[in-house]
Nanobody, 124 residues
Framework: EVQLQASGGGLVQPGGSLRLSCAASGFTFSGYAVGWVRQAPGKGVERVSRINTDGSTSYADSVKGRFTISRDNAKNTLTLQMDSLKPEDTAVYYC??????????????????RGQGTLVTVSS
């Protein structure tokens, strides 16, 4: 059974940092692109970042330069380091697995598995 367990969310002030982690199990982690999507209250799912099997990365323009995605294939773990957080980053963040042939352009919907999500609230 594929499982993606996200953790690390919480309440942080604007300008602060958080580190999200995703523990993957039930599949060969190194063989898949993985990433993060988010959903703010009352809005649709938005792509955040994706890391491919070769380590190449993509970021939404809204988070570029502030967020860093990384993966540890030995530990089956995906990480999102979020710095300089803004109130508009407030959302439930989900880790996602992307099947072969999927693209960054459609990363907000083209995943085949998504974890349960972790809430990030940026507020003073």
């Amino acid at each position: 059974e594929v499982q993606l367990q996200a953790s690390g969310g919480g309440l942080v002030q604007p300008g602060g940092s958080l580190r999200l982690s995703c523990a993957a199990s039930g599949f060969t982690f190194s063989g898949y692109a993985v990433g993060w999507v988010r959903q703010a209250p009352g809005k649709g799912v938005e792509r955040v970042s994706r890391i491919n099997t070769d380590g190449s990365t993509s970021y939404a323009d809204s988070v570029k330069g502030r967020f860093t995605i990384s993966r540890d294939n030995a530990k089956n773990t995906l990480t999102l380091q979020m710095d300089s957080l803004k109130p508009e980053d407030t959302a439930v963040y989900y880790c996602a697995r992307y099947p072969y042939g999927s693209t960054w352009r459609l990363a907000s919907t083209q995943y085949d598995y998504r974890g349960q999500g972790t809430l990030v609230t940026v507020s003073s």
